[in-house]
């Protein structure tokens, strides 16, 4: 019997920063994850965490505009106004934690500039930024003697009368399912890169998380929104940060141009994201790419300074590539990396069903809008991770005790028998695959109505086929092969979401960009889109929409 | 005709299978062949085989970038974290490759190694800033310069390659290992930590502590992310005997071969032996005496009383100008 006051599903920075805030509080917390917490995709982030620090001349309005003006308008400047004035706190109280930020002369935190910003306000740790600070919030939850339910595959959201009760789940390691009581969950199970290939995510970033909160009635925002970064390593994929353009680096096309002048004449390579990548694509297609790649160039910035400071970088290009940076230019594309879209939440992180809240990647406050700018992912997961662990605590007062039912265990356990007795038949990584090429496909850098109605057709037709998948594994112990099965039926989820979606906008903003309808249309679409989970719905989607909040800034034409 | 870069490549792999499901447990080796990108990694062949060949197969990856730390296994013998190991740098030309889980721990199946072991070592270190007090408002002031040094230990993402190769942890499972010594390091040297004297003289007292390091170097080898974690245990050493800590075998052993090289220019090893174990400690002295019987019945047995090497006058003189010049 697994009964928890809180249940936060992932590991990673918004999960555990939720964990120590309702740890603080007194409350009986538990983690599950898939993965070990330190093998979380927060990982992942490289160049840094931004944050208006208001006791050295910045002002959390200038990040909170410059992230409205990243956004394209599509944030709602309610839940940027409490990121940005919570920012600095949040990020002061990592490097208190023992987070070992970069410093200045003084000894105090020293900051590197970043996209769509003027103001240099990204605090980082080399190019291991996201690493960095998981292995400390990794340090704080043993030392507060953190309870986690290592290696466990949540499969089911528990909802009873329409409140989250907890989640049915199986133990990898034994293979056995339990269901685990909760008064509140909060889902921070990170984002659904593998919905595309290739990606820069990490092959667990499966959409599990907005594929429960979906199946239990919460609708799925801007989920067409769809973030590829600019500097992605030639053919491997491979994440190069952004921070190699912050601390100086160039962009350049076959001919040696930086070509960045002609779309950004005054942020250059440090124009929002969407922005960089659409340049890019664009000198690619009209032939002044190298091999269906663009160059980075670290050249000038000296060797000693590429390995104090994206030490990381070099490492990845050495490697995997061969390429010495301090040496010559590196070759680079846009690729698929973030999903601003996801579970609706408020400022809280509370979703529309009582007791299920979310926070990180998963989920959609909304604060990154139509692009989210490099480094506030960062601040998004600690931000909301706590407010996500604060409010969970209130609202638990008012819950009575867990809850008795036991059915949902019943059918899971049934559900995934069955599964694992269909007969042989397709594999699911070839599914799978034929899935996430059509979404790159369809939902690329630029789109259409055609290339969105083929990423749909492509869809239907992997829908299929999702009853003659089978599991080869039988085994109990360590069945992974069970649970890429399960997390491809959540990645179908996902990829439903966002070609609805993005076949509901009909305008270009930020990272949705038409080639059939160029223009931003804000009369008609300063909207986000909400994705409901219908089976009588055309498609199994149906869609509805809402106002964006709108507090202080009007949206005006966006220029880099 | 051009000569065409090859599309593909062969990869054949021979892998340790385990499955526990089996009564006791149930070992063998499987074979595989695979065609992949001539660029690939050996992560990517077993993706292959896992998702093409063998559904039954089970290993743990995650991001394919060398930050995540799960890939950890043996290619040939030696830990490495597949993902950032391309074939061609270990197959040049075309060698099955051997793959095995790592070592030292427990395996859970195929490839699958129970993370406990590890994660009990880290936690013995008391693995979290202890700092005396806390800024009510702002940061804690710190050079940028002992904050970059921190990197050194940062860069470690817990992929268990050190701990898998060590061979010391292979014949003592107490020693609390080279991961969880480098992280100790990390707090130790962190201006921000108010334990450093408690922590080192707890890794210095500690049984299976920073003495325990046979300094193999597997650990510096073996490590992908350039923390050698054996480079961080001498500095912990230096760090513990500056802090007074002396009263150690490993104290008395460095400071005895010190001595025995600086007056006869050779190691006196019957005195080192004794010295290292504490001439009052008699339990451990009577331990040595039936390695010293074996020993002489085989004619090993150091001469009781040192020779001094012929050049002993020069060694001398090399103590002194590094005495001086420190």
Redesign the interface.
Known sequence: MYEHDVLIIGGGLAGLRAAVEVTRAGADVAVISK??P????S??AQGGINAPLT?RGDDWEGHAYDTIKGSDFLADQDAVEVMSSEAGEAV?EL????V???????????TRAFGGQKVARTFF??A?TG??IL??LF??S??LGLNVY?EWFVTKLIIEDGVCRGVVAIDL?TGEMHTIKAKAVIMAAGGAGRVFEPSTN???CTGDGLSLAYQAGVPLMDMEMIQYHPTTLA??G??MSEAARGEGGYLLNAAGERFMEKTAPDYMELASRDVVSRAEQTEIDEGRGIDGNVLLDLRHLGREYIE?KL??LQ??SV??LGIDMAEQPVPVQPGMHYIMGGIKTDVNGATNVPGLYAAGECANVSVHGANRLGANSLLDTVVFGRRSGAHAVEYIKSVGAHSKAEEDLANEKARIQALLDRPKGE???TIRNDMARGMTKGIGVFRDQASMEGALENLKNVKSRMGGFS???K???????LMFGLELEFMIDCAEAVVAGALTRKESRGAHFRTDITERDDENWLKHTLMYKDEEAENGVRVETSDVTITQWEPVKRVY | MPETTPTTMHVKLKIKRF???EAGGKTWWQEYEVDV?P?STVLDSLIEV???N???L?????????????CGMKVNGSAKLVC?T?VVDVAPNGEQLTIEPMGNQHV???L?IS?DSFFSQ??RVE???Q?SF??E????????DS??N??TS?????CGCCVSDCTVLEVDANFIGPAALAKAWRFTE?P?DSKRDERLKNLNDEDGGMWDCTRCMKCVEVCPKGVAPMDRIMELREAAIEAGNTNTSGYRHTESFYNSVKKNGRLDETRLAIDSAGWTNIPRLLDLAPIGIAAMRKGKLPPLMPHKSEDHKKVKDLYKSVEDEA
């Open positions: 993965v070990h330190v093998r979380s995709h990982n992942a006791d002061l490097e208190r934690m023992g070992i930020f970069s410093r200045g002369e003084d000894g105090k935190l020293g740790v080399g291991i690493s960095a292995h400390v340090e704080q043993l030392k290592e390691k990490a092959l667990i053919r491997t491979i994440l104090a030490g990381y490492e990845v490697e995997f594999r699911v990584a599991i080869e594994n085994g109990k112990v360590f069945n992974t092969d | 499955d526990p499901a990108h660029d896992r998702e093409q063998d559904g039954t089970a290993l743990r990856c995650a991001c394919r970038a060398s930050i995540c730390g799960s950032k391309r859970v199946k195929d699958v993370l880290i936690n693995p979290f800033l700092p806390v800024p408002q702002g940061e804690y002031t710190a050079s940028n904050m970059e921190l990197l940062m860069n470690c993402i817990m962190d921000r």
